[in-house]
Nanobody, 123 residues
Framework: QVQLVESGGGLVQAGGSLRLSCAAS????????MGWFRQAPGKEREFVAA????????YDPDSVNGRFTISRDNAKNTVYLQMNSLKPEDTTVYYC????????????????WGQGTQVTVSS
């Protein structure tokens, strides 16, 4: 069983930065691929970034355009999403997710999810 607790969301002005954190429980956290997704009301969950157990990263360039960086600290059982140059269109709920095995970009492949954290970017 994996439990995910997210933090770091909030209100920021356009052009600013936020760092989202996802703290995970479990003895084998380092064996899980981790992902960040976002979901606006009435829309499907959208892939943002993912990172493998060994640190290989995958991004959605259409959504991120090089502004976000995913990282993980296995010693702390924590995954981060550094969000820079934020835009109002980034405003939505961001979710942390975990799965056993390799990285994929589809939300349905992830078995464990955090509660979501709201990111609001003002103009």
């Amino acid at each position: 069983q994996v439990q995910l607790v997210e933090s770091g969301g909030g209100l920021v002005q356009a052009g600013g930065s936020l760092r989202l954190s996802c703290a995970a429980s479990g003895r084998t956290f380092g064996s899980y691929a981790m992902g960040w997704f976002r979901q606006a009301p009435g829309k499907e969950r959208e892939f943002v970034a993912a990172i493998s157990w060994s640190g290989h990263r995958t991004y959605d360039p259409d959504s991120v355009n090089g502004r976000f960086t995913i990282s993980r600290d296995n010693a702390k059982n924590t995954v981060y999403l550094q969000m820079n140059s934020l835009k109002p269109e980034d405003t939505t709920v961001y979710y942390c997710a975990a799965k056993w095995g390799s990285v994929v970009i589809t939300a349905s492949a992830y078995a464990y999810w955090g509660q979501g954290t709201q990111v609001t970017v003002s103009s």
